[in-house]
């Protein structure tokens, strides 16, 4: 791999850093390779937001080869909401620029004295004042800075206001609308003083044996252009999974209490598509164009939402305009803040409000009203500017709720806010939330596609059904496994490729000679990695839980009824992965048999 | 009716069963589309099949066993698949979900229509598999 920049922005000093080769063959590139490479950093005492903190961009080792749909890049570091590991996973064209410009990662420690932007032109570091830019919007920075760098081809990863601010569930942003959302790597970087990061790079981007690679490129391309789910993302986006979410009573409604939404329809990706949508936009090389741009009334060209902000903003506030959805996932990107978690976090106010568990005294006058655009709308205005609540609410929901002593009624596990894809509709999502590294995640598993039928039986993913229980529980950790892969190289995970082919790329990209057992093994490991950071930062087995709406069964729906039993999932699991059922550890046998020794010995002796 | 899976017969009685079925009837209300199933050679198969079901509002207008080639130039939607899926569809070995997400059964159509009717769908195929008492 190409060497890592690491910049202290305390002295200004930069020194390249090279990747020793054992990480890279164990641990590829992405998450994995960057956890691995943070280990020893990432304490129990670490404040996410101090100088000390280690913000690192990542790339993998498909990112910018236009492999299927590998222009992406991951950033990690200590999350700020959940005091665990944090990665967040995001597109664009940045990621492949960087690499052009000869890094494979930024690593990021200490704080300007003042607001800067990084400027990187190839090998050429400059750090520039950016107290101007600061209170500037995402999407405006990212041109600002463009036009004052006078170099309109390069890509600018940007805070907005909300992560100079520091609201726990800050994004950082590029390319305009692409996003990490999760676990406030923009509050992060807006504790360092980092506005903008702009990279221009000019090189050919190094894959090991590009003769090899070329043709696998084109024929997965080729294979994924005529999937049926490409499909599917392509002409309605991913929005397209409402209608069927909604039957089954895996989209929750009215903050995570009512299984059915009866307009489900006004908000699908299918109206979408008939009604506002002008245009797709594609990651970089991405043959599936999951991007929706749209004209509202104002006939601009705006980047429409997706699953997550439509159903946020949404069924979870019992909105069914899906114009005001637009609106307001165009205001969190401006602030630059993460849908899910700020549409989940408004959710939780209305549902205290209405149990009267807060007032208008504790919402500035507020009278939060299920489906009232202009209330959540202020809302959204006042965590981004972190006035009033808004400055409760920017601490996430399990801050929020504590605050009033209601911490049971937050959705959300380990601080950071639950996915809109319910465990009570598809019960694999019970154990990707309850283990998921980061808190409660639906991209380090993707389980509920297992749910609906999307099987990998090379990889021994099979079908269970969508209610079954402790008997899936393997099976969505192998599923966990696979998809470690895809963060570790950075592969999107609604590239829907053969696992041989995923091999085949990885080998020709990394001069490896793995079969796809190696490579789940290096998901494997990747994850118990992960799992052992948050034990060495005091994760217990008593924080694998799911926040109690979850476990209330569905009044309505077509999941009425059902409860996990995420006990009986959870005893199941440890035993599938081969953890201490007592601690919630990975057992040393299990680190050792993965190649961690040394991990072993730190968690063990 | 039932009946052996490929033939006329098996075509002809799943007709039937779609215009009897009150379940069907009621998910299907609002469809509004005809397929066009091509069936790839595999096992007993040793050419492509073609069946052809005209499907409005919870009812099959018309069905047609092996159509000429191109007297269905556009249909709504086309869906293509070996032999041997869809007849583990029809069995019931291979969820059909599972068939239309690993592109085990090919899906050439409107992808909204498809994903906002997925129930009809689901449904449609309940009524194949009953009416199949018995595979070539």
């Known amino acids: 791999m190409q060497p890592i920049l690491k910049i202290d922005l305390t002295t200004g000093k930069t020194e390249e850093y090279r990747i020793p080769e054992v990480w890279e063959r164990d641990f590829l590139g992405g998450a994995s390779l960057a956890a691995r490479i943070l280990y020893s950093s990432l304490t129990r005492e670490l404040d996410p937001l101090s100088p000390d903190a280690p913000l690192l961009f990542m790339m993998g080792p498909l990112t910018g080869t236009s492999g299927p749909t590998t222009g992406r890049f991951v950033v990690c570091g200590k999350g700020p909401a959940t005091g665990l590991w944090a990665e967040s996973n995001i597109g664009g064209f940045w990621g492949p620029e960087l690499r052009a410009a000869g890094y494979d990662g930024l690593w990021i420690t200490g704080k300007a004295e003042e607001p800067v932007y990084l400027w990187l032109n190839g090998d050429r570091l400059e750090a520039r004042k950016a107290a101007h830019l600061w209170g500037q919007n995402t999407y405006t920075t990212q041109e600002k800075v463009r036009e004052e760098i006078g170099e309109k081809s390069a890509h600018v990863c940007v805070i907005g206001p909300a992560g100079e601010k520091q609201v726990l569930f800050a994004s950082i942003m590029c390319d305009h609308g692409r996003m990490a959302g999760r676990t406030g790597m923009g509050a992060v970087m807006g504790a360092k003083n980092l506005k903008a990061i702009a990279v221009r790079g000019v090189n050919q981007i190094p894959v090991f044996d590009l003769a090899k690679y070329a043709p696998l490129r084109s024929e997965s391309n080729r294979v994924l252009k005529q999937d049926n789910e490409a499909s599917v993302l392509r002409e309605i986006g991913t929005a397209g999974a409402a209608n069927y979410a909604e039957y089954l009573g895996a989209m929750p409604a009215k903050y995570y209490t009512r299984g059915a939404f009866e307009n489900v329809d006004h908000i699908s990706g299918a109206r979408m598509t008939e009604t506002i949508l002008v245009a797709r936009s594609a990651c970089q090389g991405c043959v599936i164009a999951c991007g929706r741009v749209v004209k509202l009334g104002d006939k601009a060209k705006r980047k429409g939402p997706e699953y997550e902000t439509i159903v946020g903003f949404g069924p979870n506030l019992l909105n069914d305009n899906l114009e005001s959805i637009v609106d307001l996932g165009e205001l969190c990107d401006r602030y630059g803040m993460d849908t899910i978690s700020t549409a989940n976090t408004i959710g939780l106010a209305f549902h205290l409000f209405e149990k009267g568990l807060i007032t208008e005294n504790d919402t500035n006058g507020l009278v939060l009203t299920w489906g009232d655009v202009g209330t959540i709308e202020q809302l959204v205005h006042l965590i981004g500017r972190r006035e009033g609540i808004g400055d409760l609410l920017a601490q996430g929901s399990r801050r929020f709720a504590a605050s009033f002593d209601a911490e049971e009624e937050a959705v959300q596990v380990n601080g950071l806010e639950v996915a809109y894809h319910d465990p009570r509709g598809v019960s694999g999502m019970a154990l990707s939330y309850a283990t998921s590294p980061r808190g409660a995640c639906h991209n380090q598993s993707d389980y509920f596609f297992v749910d609906w039928g999307h099987t990998h039986e090379r990889l021994g993913i099979t079908y269970f059904d969508r209610h079954a229980q402790a008997e899936k529980a393997a099976n969505v950790a192998r599923h966990q496994d696979w998809r470690t892969v895809f963060n570790s190289i950075v592969m999107c995970i609604f590239a829907n490729t053969d696992p041989e082919m995923q091999a085949r790329l990885i080998n020709a990209a990394c001069g490896l000679d793995w079969t796809v057992e190696d490579m789940m093994k290096a998901g494997e490991r990747g994850w118990n990695l992960k799992r052992a950071i948050n034990n060495r930062m005091g994760l217990t087995r008593a924080n694998d839980k799911l926040p109690r709406a979850l476990l209330e069964p569905f009044p309505d729906g077509g999941s009425a009824g059902f409860e996990p039993d995420i006990q009986g999932m959870l005893q199941a699991y440890y035993e599938a992965r081969g953890w201490d059922v007592a601690t919630g550890k990975p057992s040393r046998t299990k680190l050792i048999e993965l190649g961690l020794d040394e991990i072993a010995q730190d968690l063990w002796d | ?136």
């Not at chain 2, 009812?59 to 092996?66: I, L």
């Not at chain 2, 592109?103 to 194949?128: E, H």
């Open chain 2, 1 to 136: 009716m039932a009946a052996i899976f490929p033939s006329e017969e098996w075509l002809k009685g799943l007709e039937a069963k779609l215009n009897s079925d009150t379940r069907y009837r009621d998910l299907a209300r609002n469809w509004e589309g005809d397929l066009l199933f091509f069936i790839e050679p595999e096992g007993h198969l040793d050419e492509r099949l073609t069946f052809y079901l005209d499907l409005w509002h919870g009812t099959c207008r018309k069905v047609e066993y092996k159509p000429p080639a191109e007297s269905h130039p556009n249909p709504v939607f086309t869906l293509t698949a070996s032999y041997n899926n869809i007849t583990s569809i029809l069995t019931g070995k291979l969820n059909p979900m599972t068939a239309m997400m690993t592109s085990r059964l090919k899906v050439k159509g409107s992808m909204g229509y498809m994903m906002r009717n997925v129930p009809t769908v689901l449904d449609f195929v309940r009524c194949a598999q009953e009416v199949t008492t018995e595979i070539l």
